[in-house]
């Protein structure tokens, strides 16, 4: 698992310290293409990086967005305790990293490389929906 999070560049600012920390709460989970991985209005508590593949945004049948490899989703819900903005609906096969919320807000918490970066999306994100 460490050597599959260096190359992801969300945590390539992460010490090795930080890494192993991480490491031992991530998850690596496989979806099917044509997968909803959640809907729109669901309760969230895991954030997703995908580490190959592709997904679909979408809100209320309107794509917002295709996210690949390396992009993030299902921040959103975590940082806002709101519920998921949009469906999540997979093109390809897809592999993801997840991380629960807890583990989340402390990586946000600890690590400023990786707070702004998740809050850059955020707010951009939350400018094209809104
Ligand atoms: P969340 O609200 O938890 O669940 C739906 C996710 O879709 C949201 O978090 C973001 O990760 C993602 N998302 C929402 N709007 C956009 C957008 N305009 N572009 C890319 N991703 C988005």
């Given at each position: 698992m460490i050597e599959i999070l260096k190359k992801i560049p969300f945590f390539s600012e992460l010490s090795d310290e930080d890494v192993q920390k991480i490491a031992d709460n991530i998850r690596l989970e496989y979806f099917p293409a044509s997968h909803v991985i959640f809907e729109q209005n669901d309760t969230g508590d895991i954030m997703y990086i995908i580490k190959r593949g592709k997904v679909q945004v979408i809100r209320d049948d309107t794509v917002l967005a295709v996210l690949e490899d390396n992009a993030f989703f299902g921040e959103m819900a975590l940082v806002?305790?709101?519920?998921?903005?949009a469906r999540i609906v997979t093109v390809t096969d897809v592999e993801a990293l997840t991380l629960n919320k807890d583990d989340f807000k402390r990586l946000l918490e600890t690590n400023s490389s990786i707070a702004s970066i998740v809050s850059y999306e955020v707010v951009k994100r939350a400018n094209a929906i809104f």
């Open positions: 806002s305790d709101e519920p998921r903005n």
